[in-house]
């Protein structure tokens, strides 16, 4: 069974850096992409960043230049590291997979509160 297990949010200031973390339960390399998307409640959620299993990330229109996601296959760990946060960036981050073979991303984790206070 697939889990996926996010932490490092919290409350950041304006202008502060962050760093998720996702934890899988299984061998990353299952998965074809790897990402994080965001949602505010009432919102649609939006792509941050994905990765894919050979490294190549892509990002959010609204994400690109203070985000960056990684991984570390050895781990099974995908990372999303954000620099100089705004208000705006408040939202609830989620990771998910999605696996060889399918157009959707089947596995997400139950995602991480991230508020960034002015």
């Known amino acids: 069974q697939v889990h996926l297990v996010e932490y490092g949010g919290g409350l950041v200031q304006a202008g502060g850096s962050l760093r998720l973390s996702c934890a899988a339960s299984v061998d990353i390399d299952s998965f074809v992409l790897m990402g994080w998307f965001r949602q505010v409640p009432g919102n649609q959620r939006d792509l941050v960043a994905v990765i894919s299993a050979g490294g190549s990330a892509n990002y959010g229109h609204s994400t690109q230049g203070r985000f960056k996601i990684s991984r570390d296959n050895i781990k099974n760990m995908v990372y999303l590291d954000i620099d100089r946060l705004q208000p705006e960036d408040t939202s609830v981050y989620y990771c998910?997979?999605?696996?060889?073979?399918?157009?959707?991303?089947?596995?997400w984790g139950q995602g991480t509160q991230v508020t960034v206070s002015s």
């Open positions: 998910n997979a999605r696996p060889y073979g399918h157009h959707e991303f089947e596995y």
